[in-house]
T-cell receptor, first 115, second 115 residues
Framework: NAGVMQNPRHLVRRRGQEARLRCSPMKGHSHVYWYRQLPEEGLKFMVY????????ESGMPKERFSAEFPKEGPSILRIQQVVRGDSAAYFC?????????????FGSGTRLTVV | DQQVKQNSPSLSVQEGRISILNCDYTNSMFDYFLWYKKYPAEGPTFLISISSIKDKNEDGRFTVFLNKSAKHLSLHIVPSQPGDSAVYFC??????????????FGEGTQLTVNP
């Protein structure tokens, strides 16, 4: 039973390019969350998705960032026109449906470096 | 607005002694609290949790205490082992049954257990 899979593990982008981060939740998990960890800080909530639905995106920057969780395939966090301040570790977590327990499992993260 | 705070960025203890990590929160809506352990280049892994209806939860060497009136929780590790050396994050949730279990994290405490 594979855990939460994130890829790539490391991503280097030049300023102005697009970054795509992928997350495959654990089997049986229908909720996906994205968190960002800036250097020397804790994890900050970005967005919560269910299949084909964005439930809560209150932590997402208003511009350049978007997320999706299609019916088929992984969840994607997309950052357009990256800037140096986007350099961070991006963690995805998944959980089972609400009411079935706090089975909150994190992936190993994608470390984005903008040069 | 830091709703969950871990005021000690680092803690160093001797092997075999007790480690006490502290966490304070401000949001009275939080009703579930979790501790995560994180090694470098890995995602956070769940350690132990406590519901707001309890004041103590124990799992092996790990015990979490919750003081609701003080809005304070602590994680006790006894006896501490070198393998416990990691960053420990406190997290809190206000279970929103319509939107899932979004977590608010503290900044983390780096625990070092010296042999």
């Amino acid at each position: 039973n594979a855990g939460v899979m994130q890829n790539p593990r490391h991503l280097v982008r030049r300023r102005g390019q697009e970054a795509r981060l992928r997350c495959s939740p654990m089997k049986g998990h229908s909720h996906v969350y994205w968190y960002r960890q800036l250097p020397e800080e804790g994890l900050k909530f970005m967005v919560y998705l269910q299949k084909e639905n964005i439930i809560d995106e209150s932590g997402m920057p208003k511009e350049r960032f978007s997320a999706e969780f299609p019916k088929e395939g992984p969840s994607i966090l997309r950052i357009q026109q990256v800037v140096r301040g986007d350099s961070a570790a991006y963690f995805c977590a998944s959980s089972p449906p609400v009411g079935t327990g706090y089975g909150y499992t994190f992936g190993s993260g994608t470390r984005l470096t903008v040069v | 607005d830091q709703q969950v705070k871990q005021n000690s960025p680092s803690l160093s203890v001797q092997e075999g002694r007790i480690s006490i990590l502290n966490c304070d929160y401000t949001n009275s809506m939080f009703d579930y609290f979790l501790w995560y352990k994180k090694y470098p280049a890995e995602g956070p892994t769940f350690l132990i949790s406590i519901s707001s209806i309890k004041d103590k939860n124990e799992d092996g060497r790990f015990t979490v205490f919750l003081n609701k009136s003080a809005k304070h929780l602590s994680l006790h590790i006894v006896p501490s082992q070198p393998g416990d050396s990691a960053v420990y994050f406190c997290a809190a949730s206000a279970l929103q049954r319509t939107s899932g279990s979004r977590l608010t994290f503290g900044e983390g405490t780096q625990l070092t257990v010296n042999p």
